[in-house]
């Protein structure tokens, strides 16, 4: 027997947003695109959500391992990723979302020969999504298409094209999720989901890579009660590939694929849902010198009218 997944075990790849894929930070941002089983569609209606997402990259990489530092002109990327959203069901079929990022970003670079830090704080790139669940009658199955717009900032003098808070593109976006029971219960649940995005259209002589992202997940949803909310911890996989970019900028040192575990927890409150995990790099290659991040961190928070 199916059982129709409920709203905290799922709401995954339609955040596929996530503010990581609205900058261009071409050194790591992306792996926010995926891995988060709080935002799939289940049911009629609206759903209001918020995040905030954190990268403190500081270890110089080359290839797959770390690097001597005085290979890499920046030595510190902090990016402190903001969104907003709304996603609303029209029926059990069709939904559509919105989602608009703010992003703040301090760079400690020696370009100019000696340590320089540089902060911004900008809008990034909104998104709009259209989301078909109509693959099965549970809705546990569905596609995503979306653009992402050029609405951030793409054009602070104190950022190369890659660290903008906006890539300068529209970028085309292509996902598919599904999710299901393990045990005839209930209790433990699986979802896997990806999201591709390729660039249809640059601006400033800059050309972003294409992006592909994929989690999958199992979660363990028997009822742990918090006082009157539900916990239930999440472990997933993610896999992360970003190509080179083009034009402008340092091609050479941009383009990676990673391997993240994941742990994490949903809360369910009723309407009120949280979610946050740690994203833990396990295996990484990097073209040229790029610095990584050893942990990035994830909160969710939503709210079902």
Known sequence: MT?????????ALAIAALPGAASACACGCAIFDVGTSSLLPNGPGATLFMEYDFLNQTTNWHGGSAAPG???DDKKIRSDFMLVGAQYMFDNDWGAMLEVPVTHRGVLSTDSGSPEETDHTALGDVRLMVNWSGLSDDMSTGITVGVKLPTGDSTFAGFDPDLQVSSGSTDLLLGAYHSGNLTEDGKWGYYGQGIWQHVIATQHDYTPGDEFN????????GGWMLGTATA????????SWRGRDGGIGDPANTGYTRLLISPGLKVDFGTWRFYTDVEVPVAQTVNGNQLIAPVALKFVTSYSL
């Open 3 to 11: 059982k129709l997944p409920t709203k905290p075990a799922l709401m």
């Open 70 to 72: 005085a290979n890499n």
């Open 214 to 221: 994929a989690a999958t997940g199992v979660s363990y949803d």
């Open 232 to 239: 239930a911890p999440v472990l997933q996989a993610i896999v």
